[in-house]
């Protein structure tokens, strides 16, 4: 009985052992990265008040965030008498403000709160290398972390923020073929620095990134998406006679009306209208009409094949999380085929989500896989095991940029030209819930604008969102012709 028991308890001991080896291993693996960035893992607290955290560099070495060892000096009276001393601390410091506010984020004086670079790269930032480690105490007896090396280009931020000036939105500048974040703004913005930020006296909408985090109505900027789908679904060369500047659709008893005009260009027709010149001068009415001419399962084909319902965190991979952008599913009418294929209704991306949108049209239908930290540790390089996807094949991405250089040239997007440069390019005027509220209102649209240059080979991709700004002609497209300028300038 004895041998018995022996044997059941060990089998009991070795079932519990592997069950705790298990639970362990899953942790490690599918938790590890959650409770290493969490503000309540004590093990991070104690670094944070011991460790002098890296810097944060731009690609060309200009140093946007570091960290400093400070004396206070403290007092108390305690029983009528004062007692004075000193104290040491580490206080970050981001010496230009504002502006990488929602790229690099902010770590509160009490370590309690962190977010974006910061809270995602927090292991490495308080975390040195062992042989690093070793070298930074025989030198100055002290701990620092590793240095975090950004795609960003400073003087481009810095052309993206002052192009964007006092208005809400987001601007992002990629490159299309590597997916390195050029700039990347988003406002209303905050000072992230010790006594400057304070994050009760904050509205909610300036402490979260519009770049990565705000899916907005496209407009007319998803065309691209549209066309796409018009080409792959043999309506290449569909034509359609605009003879009133309105394209209406009757509701299934024959009530209502859904009207889908060019109201920004007073209902303008433009006659016998290709696919071709749909897209240059941008017709509302010929796009709504290819909408409802293609099936669902067509238009919900292609918007799969750019991501939209989809993770791009987990389809491509980025350093900070990005919201999904969205595209109406289940059955559509034909209405609502037609609202979704001028980029409104259910219709929503993120101003990162449109920038790999033209990126995937300038590189010859490949998203690349966006990111924006190149290196962690002087040494160290990010290994990228996702390097992108090809979305749509060479030749259709083809005819898509040569229709989005018309655009440019001779279309809704002049005010995009750069001289001796070959920009392509597609304006947006999207409604919102405040236009909606408020009516047909051109100063409560969004404007935005999307493209690339050059053409022959193109280095950059921009998007650009302003808020409640007008038509994206008039405000978009030239802010996105100042940063392409600022890079090729440089």
């Not at 049209?361 to 996807?389: E, Q, T």
């Not at 991709?461 to 808020?467: F, I």
């Amino acid at each position: 009985m004895s041998n018995k028991r022996a044997i059941y308890l060990l089998v009991v001991f070795g079932v519990m052992f592997l069950t705790l080896i298990g639970y362990l291993t899953y942790l490690e693996i599918f938790y590890a990265p959650e409770y290493t960035q969490s503000v309540y893992n004590p093990r991070n607290y104690e670094l944070d008040r011991k460790v002098i955290r890296g810097s944060v560099f731009d690609r060309n070495g200009t140093e946007l965030a570091y960290s400093e060892k400070i004396t206070e000096e403290k007092s108390e009276t305690v029983n009528g008498s004062q007692r004075n001393w000193t104290e040491e601390k580490i206080v970050r410091r981001y010496p230009f403000d504002n502006l990488y506010s929602h790229v690099i984020g902010y770590v509160t004086d009490d370590y309690s709160s962190r977010t974006l670079i910061e809270n995602q790269y927090n292991a490495d930032l308080i975390e040195s290398g062992l042989l690093s480690k070793i070298a930074d105490e025989v030198k100055s007896g002290e701990k620092k972390g590793k240095d975090i090396y950004l795609t960003i280009d400073h003087e481009l931020q810095k052309t993206a923020s002052d192009a964007l000036g006092n208005h809400d939105g987001a601007i992002v500048a990629m490159n299309p073929k590597t997916g390195e974040i050029l700039a990347m703004v988003s406002k209303p913005d905050f000072n992230p620095n010790p006594g400057k930020l304070k994050l009760d006296e904050l509205e909610n909408t300036a402490l979260f990134s519009r770049a990565i985090q705000m899916p907005y109505p496209p407009g007319s900027t998803y065309k691209i998406v549209t066309a796409v789908s018009a080409i792959e679904n043999g309506l290449i060369n569909e034509t359609y006679n605009d003879t009133t500047g309105r394209f209406v659709i009757k509701s299934a008893d024959g009530k209502a009306e859904n009207d889908f005009s060019c109201q920004n260009v007073n209902r303008k027709a433009y006659g016998e209208t290709s696919l071709e010149s749909g897209f240059r001068v941008s017709s509302n009415v010929y796009f709504s009409y290819i909408g409802a001419k293609l099936e669902t399962s067509q238009l919900q084909n292609t918007a799969s094949k750019f991501l939209l319902n989809q993770n791009i965190q987990k389809e491509l991979g980025f350093d900070l999380p990005i919201k999904s952008s969205t595209f109406q599913t289940g059955k559509m009418t034909e209405a609502e085929r037609a609202i979704a294929s001028i980029g409104q209704g259910q219709t929503e991306m993120t101003p990162l989500h449109m920038a790999l949108m033209a990126s995937s049209i300038a590189n010859n239908g490949f998203m690349p896989r966006p990111y924006l930290v190149s290196k962690v540790g002087a040494d160290g390089k990010i290994p990228s095991n996702n390097p992108g996807k090809q979305i749509i094949s060479a030749s259709v991405a083809s005819k898509i940029k040569d229709m989005m250089l018309d655009v440019v040239k001779n279309g809704t997007g002049t005010s995009a030209q750069i001289s001796g440069i070959e920009v392509c390019g597609k304006t947006g005027t999207s409604e919102n819930n405040v236009t909606a509220k408020g009516g047909a209102d051109s100063a409560k649209t969004h404007a935005l604008f999307v493209g690339f240059a050059p053409y022959d080979n193109p280095e950059i991709a921009v998007c650009v969102v302003v808020e409640y700004a007008g038509f994206g002609s008039t405000y978009a497209a030239p802010a996105a012709r100042k940063v392409m300028q600022k890079y090729f300038n440089k």
